[in-house]
């Protein structure tokens, strides 16, 4: 029985390897391998044109001094939001509803007066005085 303990053990070990090797990452590819983005010529020079923006706009106090440039371009994207937002102030062009006053009969006859005063300045300007009357065109 002392021969089948050694042959238990190992293969409880070869049963513990492979759930090891399962939680493993994967090794990388084979022809790459794994990289550093900051070695690509694209990448220098996007952190290149980054460094002078952030510069130029600390020279031109965009930028507080106590400020990462992170938090000035969240502070333009915030700003930019509320721009946005304020641009179509919705509520200045709603009636408000129910809080309108009645009007009066003298009112409701004043103005369809107006109205059709209107009505007939407007059809003055638009139709002809006799309808046999060719239409011209005004220059």
């Not at 709603?94 to 209107?118: C, L």
Request: aromatic letters at 8%.
């Amino acid at each position: 029985m002392k021969s089948s303990a050694p042959a238990a053990a190992a293969e409880w070990h070869m049963v513990l390897d492979r759930i090891e090797n399962r939680l493993q990452p994967p090794p990388p590819p084979a022809r790459g391998g794994y990289t550093c983005a900051d070695g690509d010529p694209v990448v220098q020079e996007f952190i290149e044109r980054r460094a002078r923006d952030e510069e130029i706009k600390r020279l031109a106090g965009q930028i507080h001094p106590d400020e990462m440039y992170e938090d000035y371009e969240e502070r333009m994207y915030e700003r930019a939001q509320r721009r946005a937002a304020d641009y179509w102030p919705y509520e200045d062009y709603e009636e408000p509803e129910g809080e309108t006053e009645p009007e009066d009969e003298a009112e409701k006859q004043a103005r369809a007066a107006e109205h059709s005063a209107f009505l007939a300045r407007f059809k003055a300007m638009v139709e002809p005085d006799t309808p046999t009357e060719p239409v011209t065109e005004r220059p």
